[in-house]
């Protein structure tokens, strides 16, 4: 099984580099030059995506071939008050061009992970109309960046609000009335709290998504299943309709997963510094005979530098079946 692992938005190693700079509504509407203040969130929005490309730099010297992007790339991109004046993805086409031309040059897969106010399970109309424009806004970013239906939004399915079977209802309901170009984009993942794997899997199959796995969150958040009985399913799930789209029939994504170690014995849903490699390999060697290629996405504090740690403590175990194939890749034997 060859695995690639990727990280989150931010790097450890290189300095200044932050994607993630914002402006508040508040300083916002302090500015009393409208047109300089609109100027001047698209300059902080082509700073984030400058950086964005310094770091896919970075990971490219590295090997990285995944990475997930901030969600907060466009300072008040979706802010209602907003809404008819900004247009990031006309006035910062070029950096957003930029971003795709050099990661499908170098074959990288590219993602968002909305955030967790974005929940399609939601009873409230306008829960629903702003997690729906925010779906909206994070699809028009891929395709301002000139990404096909690989680059994908992964989401949760949010909360129960009280009835947890009426609300899987509802995001099936909500998930099937959106436009086919954000289907398209969407993953499902199991969270630590609400929907279990199990749960997920369930509505993405009916959904015909891809369904992320988050190991950690399963291990706090589970139904007494076992993942060697669920994985073959979650496996499938990237077969399914929406996961292999026309744009991806020539070249099928691999599944992906989440990886993170608890943060303390107190805070068992936390997330560590750094990811502990022998569960983890315990878990890719399990799976590794029917899994011929998987990415893993690093969920630890440390960012880069977690991921740099991990391929080393894993690189320990060649005698166990673990070999290089690049700095961030590697092949596993049963």
């Known amino acids: 099984m060859i695995v690639r692992f990727g990280y989150v938005a931010m790097s450890m190693v290189v300095h200044n580099s932050s994607p993630s700079k914002t402006m508040t509504y508040a300083t916002f509407s302090k500015l009393q030059d409208r047109e300089a203040a609109i100027k001047k969130l698209l300059r902080i929005g082509e700073e984030n995506l400058h950086n964005t490309l310094r770091l896919l730099k970075h990971n490219n010297a590295h090997d990285i071939h995944l990475y997930r992007m901030s969600s907060k790339l466009i300072p008040l991109a979706t802010h209602e008050a907003l809404q008819g004046e900004l247009d990031p993805y006309t006035a910062l086409a070029e950096p957003f061009q930029a971003i795709g031309r050099y990661a499908k040059e170098r074959g990288m897969r590219l993602s968002f992970h909305p955030d967790h106010f974005t929940v399609l399970s939601t009873p409230r109309q306008e829960v629903l109309s702003k997690s729906i424009q925010d779906l909206e806004h994070h699809v028009r970013m891929l395709e301002a960046m000139g990404l096909d239906a690989r680059a994908k939004n992964n989401i949760h399915v949010g909360g129960a609000y009280g009835d947890k079977a009426a609300a899987g209802a509802r995001f099936i309901d909500h998930f099937s009335a959106l436009p086919e170009r954000i289907q398209q984009r969407l993953t499902l993942e199991n969270d630590d709290k609400t929907f279990n794997a ?8 009916a959904l015909q998504v891809p369904m992320v796995f988050d190991i950690h969150h399963h291990e706090v958040n589970n139904g007494g299943e076992g993942y060697e009985k669920l994985w073959p399913r979650i496996l499938k799930t990237w077969e399914s ?3 292999q789209a026309d744009a991806l029939r020539d070249a099928p994504l691999p599944p992906k997963i989440h990886v ?3 943060k303390s014995d107190t805070d068992p849903r936390g997330h560590a510094d750094y990811v502990a490699a022998k569960p983890l390999l315990r878990f890719l060697k399990e799976i590794s005979a029917y899994t011929p290629r998987l990415d893993v996405m690093i969920e630890a504090k440390h960012k880069d530098e977690a991921l740099f740690q991990l391929i080393r403590e894993l690189m320990s ?3 166990e079946g673990v070999r290089v194939v690049d700095q961030a890749t590697l092949s596993i034997d049963e």
Not at 198 to 205: D, G, K, N, V, Y
């Open 241 to 243: 309709k929406l996961a």
């Open 317 to 319: 175990y060649q005698n």
């Open 260 to 262: 993170s170690s608890p």
């Open 198 to 205: 199990l749960e997920t899997l369930e509505i993405a199959e």
